[in-house]
């Protein structure tokens, strides 16, 4: 892999140490997770198993990757766009048409990955354009590429963002970094250099510190137009090892399944030995190999390598290995090594469809919507910041007057399963004879959407029921 690769970042010279570690943790599981790991397992099996035996295992094996797998089961909150809620209804027309044509939540899908799995990420965001015709812009920055400083009342929320990016310089890709800082409100800082020091801010449009920073809302503050994503709220800027049991065993689990395939394909049968005996009549290839085309009328030959001694004999082996038994422990090394990723054991199933499709490790829909719970307070906080910065932006590109203060979001839940839905049903029954539910409540859940989703919906039935008459009718 090039050293100028972004999955491996710039050099490191002169950054703490503490940073650089964090970076190596996150920028390994974004590539496991990106799907760019093949170094990251090749070095894992020659670690564990040595060069020479490596080489013997044949094609390392990466159709198998445990965290990608566990990760994208669990960050599933922008799976359905998100409801962006304001008082101002007209604002909310406004910002979903902004958002929609930015591609925002789409891009939120991948943003939730690297959340979830690296533990944080950010937000770019830019508006570019005439003021007439302008348009949003988002860029997920993943956080093995920036240095982050923070005040001690809000060790969570950076006031400086240092992002390391690719640029041309005189012909050639060098590593810059981008330095944003709002430490000092009277002095804000925006300002674009190389690593060793060359300021390049005064070549790029809109690169502006002090009076002409040009991020500022409407009573002139200065804002970051970066916003930070915490998986969990842990009160620090920074949470990079928690889950990293998932990552060293899915590295792991894939050593075992490149060996698995070594059995399948070298060890999976029996191997027969002749002892003090030569086949006459062999081919030799130019490998050593001997062997004698038989057929079902055929008789071999057979030669003592010692004349009046001993009489050759024919031995077996048995198999190096059984394919189904190391498969089925594979399985449940790699489905305990799910547990320990924010999941209980409960939520965690093994299904069985057919014989060709195998096993398979999956989060049941509770577990899915057990995690939903869980990081939807620490996601909504920040999709309110970043509804805020994109309305602060904006307003100050276009002249517009979005609100600036007030966002927040509502996550559409996990759809029911059939059974799911059965036993809800029951229960709204039950319920609905008590008085202490109602259609609304119903309908959200079974559609996994939410209640102001559920109330429009219903208000439409009831206008085309008027139209168009009743389904029994």
């Given at each position: 892999m090039p050293?100028?690769?972004?999955?491996v970042g710039p050099p490191t010279d002169g950054l703490a140490d503490e940073t650089v570690l964090r970076w190596r943790e996150q920028q390994r599981r974004r590539r496991m997770l990106e799907g760019l790991w093949d170094a990251d397992l090749k070095r894992h099996l020659e670690r564990e198993y040595g060069p020479t035996r490596v080489r013997s295992l044949g094609r390392?094996?990466?159709?198998?990757?445990?965290?990608?797998?566990?990760?994208?089961?669990?960050?599933?909150?922008?799976?359905?766009?998100?409801?962006v809620m304001h008082a101002d209804a007209d604002a909310v027309e406004r910002m979903t048409a902004i958002i929609t044509e930015a591609g925002l939540w789409q891009k939120a899908q991948h943003l939730a990955m690297l959340v979830v799995g690296a533990?944080?990420?950010l937000l770019r965001?830019?508006?570019?354009?005439?003021?007439?015709?302008?348009?949003?812009?988002?860029?997920?920055v993943p956080a093995d590429l920036v240095e982050c400083y923070a005040h001690g009342d809000t060790p969570d929320v950076p006031y400086r963002v240092d992002e390391y990016r690719p640029r041309e310089?005189?012909?050639?890709?060098?590593?810059?970094?981008?330095v944003l800082s709002i430490e000092r409100l009277e002095e804000p800082a925006y300002r674009v250099e190389t690593l060793d020091g060359l300021d390049?801010?005064?070549?790029?449009?809109?690169?502006?510190?002090?009076?002409?920073?040009p991020y500022r809302d409407a009573s002139g503050v200065p804002v970051l137009p970066y916003v930070l994503y915490h998986a969990l709220d842990t009160g620090r800027l920074w949470d990079p090892y928690r889950g990293v049991e998932l990552f060293d065993g899915s590295l792991k689990v894939a050593g075992f399944w490149t060996q698995w395939g070594s059995v399948v394909k070298d060890a999976g049968w029996p191997q027969r030995v002749l002892l003090n005996g030569r086949l006459q009549g062999a081919t030799v290839t130019a490998d050593g190999d001997a062997y004698?085309?038989?057929?079902?009328?055929?008789?071999?030959?057979?030669?003592?390598?010692?004349?009046?001694?001993a009489a050759p004999s024919i031995a077996q082996w048995q198999p190096g290995g059984d394919p189904e038994s190391l498969g089925n422990a594979i399985r449940d090394y790699g489905a305990d090594l799910a547990s320990e990723f924010d999941l209980d054991p409960a939520d965690i199933q093994r299904s069985h469809t057919s014989a060709r499709s195998g096993y398979a490790i999956s989060v049941t829909r509770d577990g899915r919507r057990k995690a939903q719970a869980r990081f939807a307070p620490s996601f909504a906080r920040s999709d309110a910041m970043t509804l805020r910065a994109i309305a602060v932006l904006w307003n100050r590109h276009t002249g517009d007057t979005l609100p600036e203060t007030g966002w927040s979001v509502e996550y559409a839940g996990i759809p029911l399963s059939m059974e799911e839905r059965r036993l809800l049903a029951d229960e709204h029954k039950l319920r609905a004879a008590l008085g202490v539910t109602s259609k609304v409540?119903?309908?959200?859940?079974?559609?996994?959407?939410?209640?102001?989703?559920?109330?429009?919906?219903?208000?439409?039935?009831?206008?085309?029921?008027?139209?168009?008459?009743g389904v029994d009718e």
């Open positions: 050293t100028s690769s972004p999955y390392r094996d990466t159709t198998k990757n445990l965290a990608r797998s566990t990760v994208s089961q669990l960050a599933t909150l922008y799976d359905h766009a998100p409801v533990r944080e990420a965001l830019h508006v570019h354009g005439p003021p007439d015709a302008a348009a949003l812009q988002v860029r997920v310089v005189d012909g050639r890709e060098v590593w810059t970094r981008d390049m801010s005064a070549e790029l449009d809109g690169v502006a510190s002090g009076e002409a920073y004698v085309t038989t057929a079902p009328n055929s008789v071999l030959m057979v030669e003592s390598l010692t004349p009046g001694g409540a119903l309908l959200a859940k079974l559609d996994g959407i939410t209640e102001d989703q559920a109330r429009e919906r219903l208000r439409g039935y009831a206008r085309d029921a008027v139209e168009f008459g």
